[in-house]
Each structure stands twice: as C-alpha cells, then as structure tokens.
C-alpha cells in the first residue's frame, strides 16, 4: 500500500493547489502519514483525512469538496458511506472523468479531436485575435518574470505554486562532481590506446623498431560520490521542501547517497529514486518519523559515520550538511569530534546554512561554532541563485 498512498496523496495536494487552495509544502507527505497510521481503507475515510490535513480554514470547505469529488467521482454526502477502496477509486479516476465533473474541466482533460489531432490547451476557445505570436510571446515573457523572480526568492518566503516550479528547475540542474584518480587500470581489449614512451623503451630491445606495442594502462578519473546530509527539524522546516527536491535531483543525476536528520539519522536515498518529484517526497515523509522535530547534530553524524561512512560512503566523497547548526544535544563537543572524523574521511565538506545570508550573521550556536573548523566551504543556499554556489564548491569551482 506504499507506493498507491504517495500516489494518491500527491495527486490530491497538486489538484488542491491547482484549485486555488493554499497547501503548505509538507501537506501532502502529512497526508500520507496519516493514511499510513489511521489505515484507511474507504474513499469516506481518505475525505475526513484529507479534509483535517488540508484544510485550515472553512472557506476552504468548498474548494475541497470540489476537488475531492472531481477526483474520486463520489458526491461529498456518499463519501462516508462507500467502501470502495482506495485503490480502486483512484484508478477508476485515472481512466475516465468522473460524472461529477464540470463540464469546462471536461473539455480541458480530454483532447479535442478532429483530423488534425489534439489541440493544445492554451488553444481552445479562443479566437483569431488570441493567437499566434503575440500570445506566445506574452506567455514566454511572464514565464520568464516568474522565474527571475524566483531565482532570488528566499526558501522561506516561497509560496506553494514557487516551491512546485521550484522541483521543476531543480530538476534540470546540472550537479557536476569533481574527479578522483580511477582504481583499475584501462582494460587493453576494451581500449586500444598505446603508451608511447613504454613502446620506444622497449623498441631498444629489438634494435629500435617497435615490434611490440606496449598498451596503456592508465587509470582513467571517476567523478568521486556525493552525500547530502539535510537537517529537517523544526528550525529548518522553511527550507526542507526546496532542499529535498535538491536531495531527489541530486540521487536521480548522480547517484547520491541521501540522508536526512532531526533527533536521528534516515536514510532516503531509496525513497527518492523515484522519477516523480511529489511521490518520492511523499514516500521520504514514510521513511522518517522525525519530521520538524528537535535537533540532535551530533549524534546523527556519528550514526552515520559508524553504520556508513566508516565503510567506506564517506571516504574521498563530496559532503555536503544542510542545517543551521542549532545543536539541541549538549554543548556541540560530540558534533566537533564527528565533523573531525568526518573530514579525515571525505574529499571535501560543504555546509549550507541559509541563515548565513544576513550580514550580521555570526557563527554563534554551539553547533555551527563546533563544526565550522572543519568544513572546507560554507555557502548560505537560501535561494535558488544561492543554490548555484553550492553546486559551484560541489564541483570545486567555488
């Protein structure tokens, strides 16, 4: 049941938000949960669920009922009372529109026909003067506006609609890793290259003619691994969303290994292979319990480097640490003698902390004055624009 909970939960928080209701980022990976725990199994059970999760206010009520009914074909008032399972509603309304359904949403789901085939959305209903170049251009220059905008937009103060362009962007990021030296030597079979100056030294045996061609058998460069470690507990909950699209483009480009911590260590590397950005966030809210919680820095590194990074995730890696640095377990001495270790193990730790965007920002919490002697970059991270640097020191540019 899984994988069809994330689905369904982040099916419904994107119709919501497309429907005008203000969803907040973790909404739809607070749905899942609840699903889980409470398992519900009736489409009247997912209503009440839902309509505690997304809805903060009464004048919302409508835009729910709407929605729900849109998407599950189910009157709100026979909701309660149908058994139908989750499962099998959600994929009844993946294959037609629901009877309920109003009939302009109708004619936007389903493609127009004719011989020339479907026409695009942005195309029906409007008349010779609405197209053509003119509209395109319009279209081109608000998406642009918008992007701009949000490039600069702090994390924090990004709205629910900037957060899912957000996971498209993020999405189409180019995370380049810096090269390490190749452990085995190039295969001569696989690759026909010749050493040169092995090929003359051993042409003095045979009277300086080179009858034997000595292959090359240089290591060829590996780019080295990459580990993102992201803070999601309460002080950081503004930023948790952006950076867990961050964490999903990261494993889904490179390979990364994920791991997120409030009061312990997760692992969501699994989690977040999924190609669907809300799905795999949905499932990443399974996979840890310890969402907006308290922080415990220390003691997560040094789960990690004790069950990971020990064995070898973290030895010659690019580390990257997503967090504030507020230490809530003791006086940061057990994060100063992990971050030691840690940088003994990796190539390169960069720490993002959004907070270091303010020019009055000092290194004071325990946490952050603990860990910062040992790490080799420290970016802030709190917008898109600011993202492009941590990728800049990912790739030792910086």
């Not at 020339?116 to 942005?122: A, T, V, W």
């Given at each position: 049941?899984?994988?069809?909970v994330?689905?369904?939960a982040?099916?419904l928080?994107d119709?919501?938000?497309?429907?005008?209701?203000?969803?907040?980022?973790?909404?739809?990976?607070?749905?899942a949960?609840?699903?889980?725990?409470?398992?519900?199994?009736?489409?009247g059970?997912l209503y009440?669920?839902g309509r505690v999760?997304f809805?903060?206010d009464v004048?919302?009520?409508?835009?729910?009922?709407r929605?729900?009914?849109?998407?599950?074909g189910?009157?709100?008032?026979?909701?309660s009372?149908?058994?139908?399972s989750?499962?099998?509603?959600?994929?009844?309304?993946?294959?037609?529109?629901?009877?309920?359904?109003?009939?302009a949403?109708?004619v936007q789901?389903?493609?127009?026909?004719?011989?020339?085939?479907p026409?695009?959305?942005?195309d029906?209903?409007?008349?010779?003067?609405?197209?053509?170049?003119?509209?395109e251009?319009?279209?081109?220059v608000m998406?642009?506006?918008?992007?701009?905008?949000?490039?600069?937009r702090?994390f924090?103060d990004?709205s629910?609609?900037?957060?899912?362009?957000?996971?498209?962007?993020?999405a189409?990021?180019a995370?380049?890793?810096p090269?390490?030296?190749g452990r085995r030597?190039?295969?001569?079979r696989?690759?026909?290259r010749?050493?040169?100056r092995a090929?003359?030294r051993r042409?003095?045996?045979?009277g300086?003619?080179p009858?034997r061609?000595?292959?090359?058998?240089a290591?060829?460069p590996?780019?080295?691994?990459l580990?993102?470690l992201?803070d999601?507990?309460?002080s950081?909950a503004?930023?948790?969303?952006?950076?867990?699209?961050?964490?999903?483009?990261a494993?889904?480009?490179?390979r990364?290994e994920?791991?997120?911590?409030?009061?312990?260590l997760?692992?969501l590397?699994?989690?977040l292979r999924?190609?669907?950005?809300?799905?795999a966030?949905a499932?990443a809210?399974?996979?840890?319990?310890?969402w907006?919680s308290?922080?415990?820095i220390g003691a997560?590194?040094?789960t990690f480097?004790?069950?990971w990074?020990?064995r070898?995730?973290?030895?010659g890696?690019?580390?990257?640490?997503?967090?504030?640095?507020?230490e809530?377990d003791?006086?940061?001495t057990?994060l100063?003698?992990?971050?030691?270790r840690?940088?003994r193990?990796?190539?390169?730790?960069?720490?993002?902390n959004p907070?270091?965007?303010s020019?009055?920002?000092e290194?004071?919490?325990?946490g952050?004055?603990?860990a910062?002697p040992?790490v080799?970059?420290?970016?802030?991270?709190?917008?898109?624009?600011?993202?492009?640097?941590?990728?800049a020191?990912i790739?030792?540019?910086?």
């Amino acid at each position: 049941m899984g994988p069809d909970v994330a689905r369904v939960a982040a099916a419904l928080g994107d119709e919501l938000r497309r429907a005008g209701l203000t969803v907040p980022p973790d909404g739809a990976a607070r749905f899942a949960a609840a699903l889980v725990r409470s398992r519900a199994l009736a489409t009247g059970e997912l209503y009440w669920i839902g309509r505690v999760t997304f809805v903060g206010d009464v004048d919302d009520i409508e835009i729910y009922d709407r929605v729900f009914a849109r998407l599950f074909g189910s009157a709100i008032g026979a909701a309660s009372r149908r058994g139908e399972s989750l499962e099998q509603a959600f994929g009844d309304r993946q294959k037609r529109p629901p009877a309920s359904m109003p009939e302009a949403d109708r004619v936007q789901r389903q493609p127009s026909g004719g011989p020339d085939g479907p026409q695009p959305l942005g195309d029906q209903g409007l008349s010779g003067d609405d197209r053509g170049p003119s509209r395109e251009r319009d279209a081109f220059v608000m998406t642009a506006s918008v992007d701009e905008r949000l490039r600069h937009r702090d994390f924090a103060d990004a709205s629910p609609d900037e957060l899912a362009r957000l996971a498209e962007v993020m999405a189409e990021l180019a995370i380049v890793l810096p090269l390490r030296p190749g452990r085995r030597p190039r295969g001569a079979r696989r690759d026909r290259r010749i050493d040169r100056r092995a090929t003359l030294r051993r042409a003095h045996r045979s009277g300086g003619d080179p009858v034997r061609l000595v292959p090359d058998r240089a290591r060829p460069p590996r780019p080295r691994r990459l580990v993102l470690l992201a803070d999601v507990s309460g002080s950081m909950a503004p930023y948790t969303r952006a950076y867990l699209h961050l964490l999903h483009a990261a494993v889904r480009a490179t390979r990364a290994e994920a791991f997120v911590f409030a009061t312990h260590l997760t692992r969501l590397t699994p989690a977040l292979r999924h190609s669907a950005p809300d799905v795999a966030l949905a499932e990443a809210s399974l996979a840890a319990d310890d969402w907006s919680s308290g922080t415990r820095i220390g003691a997560s590194m040094e789960t990690f480097l004790d069950e990971w990074g020990r064995r070898g995730l973290a030895r010659g890696a690019v580390i990257v640490i997503v967090s504030d640095g507020w230490e809530g377990d003791g006086d940061g001495t057990l994060l100063g003698e992990q971050m030691g270790r840690l940088a003994r193990l990796a190539h390169k730790i960069v720490w993002v902390n959004p907070r270091s965007q303010s020019d009055r920002w000092e290194p004071k919490v325990a946490g952050m004055a603990a860990a910062l002697p040992h790490v080799d970059t420290l970016v802030s991270g709190h917008s898109l624009a600011a993202v492009h640097d941590v990728l800049a020191a990912i790739a030792d540019t910086a």
